[in-house]
């Protein structure tokens, strides 16, 4: 009767082992396949922000305030920060180590950190966004254009017109007051060329809506909401991600502790 009662005590104490061993198991495949989506999600945030960065560059010499393209460059670098951390991430599940768990949660915090700043900015950005566009924009266009030394004003203002099909800040009389047209440089024309459907050389010489862009609140409108909707595609990414991450600190502390007690 005492074998039957160590007997079952032992099988009793291996059944508890390999429940716990089959836990640790369980939470290092959760870990792995959460570090996998964390590791996509940073290569998608950094993707978000080098694409922000390359394709409309053009319009971020025309912005006040340069909170824009702060934004986009604080997700690069946390998407940057992102894929490095998910190697390490690998590589603590596989070896099992306390420190490099210890390691990975910091840069899991450390990243989430990050985000919240750029989300921070992004979200007192586009609370302020119409009224920083309605006071800057339409002094850009009337003082810098075409002037000396401010072609990469030109240049973006022309991409303007041209990829929104508008032409003024608010309408094309506004470039009446323009320092371009008011000078000698403009020849005739009473706005910019590109403010044309068709650009042709002093095409901007009629002023007619069969001729010019007549874009129903002028070019602030479309600039508005071009930038609103980028600013939501940042902050959704970085909400998307930092959602992943609260999961993967949980996740960590979990597989930490669980090593903490299986090394006693």
């Known amino acids: ?33 959460f570090n996998f989506f964390f590791w996509v999600g940073g290569v998608a945030v950094m993707a978000v922000g080098i694409w922000i960065l390359t394709e409309k560059s053009n319009y ?17 670098f946390a998407g940057s920060l992102v894929v490095i951390t998910g190697f390490l991430g690998f590589s603590a ?5 306390r420190s490099c768990l210890s390691t990975y949660f910091c840069l899991l ?28 924009l339409t002094q850009t266009l009337t003082a810098n254009y075409a002037l000396p030394g401010k072609a990469h004003i030109t240049h973006s203002i022309d991409r303007l017109q ?3 099909q508008c032409c003024g800040s608010n309408s094309s009389t506004d470039w009446q007051q323009s320092a371009y047209i008011l000078s000698s440089e403009s020849g005739v024309r009473v706005v910019p060329d590109s403010c044309c459907k068709t650009v042709t050389f002093e095409c901007g010489r009629r002023d007619h809506p069969s001729n010019i862009y007549k874009a129903e609140g002028g070019c602030i409108t479309k600039l508005e ?12 990414v970085g909400v998307g991600v930092s959602c992943l991450q609260i999961c993967g600190m949980i996740l960590t502390c979990f597989l930490h502790r669980r090593l903490k007690m299986e090394s006693y």
């Open 225 to 236: 909401q071009f930038l609103a909707d980028h600013l939501l595609i940042m902050g959704a």
């Open 109 to 136: 915090l450390l990243i989430f950190l990050i985000e919240l700043v750029a989300g921070v900015l992004a979200y007192i950005y586009y609370q302020r966004l119409g009224e920083e566009l309605k006071q800057h």
């Open 162 to 164: 041209q990829d929104f």
């Open 93 to 97: 599940v596989v070896r099992e180590q």
């Open 60 to 76: 971020l010499n025309i912005l006040a305030s340069s909170t824009f393209a702060v934004s986009a460059y604080i997700l690069i």
């Open 1 to 33: 009767m005492v074998n039957n009662i160590r007997r079952d005590s032992t099988m009793s104490h291996y059944s508890k082992a390999e429940q716990d061993d089959w836990l640790t198991i369980y939470l290092k495949y959760l870990l792995f396949v």
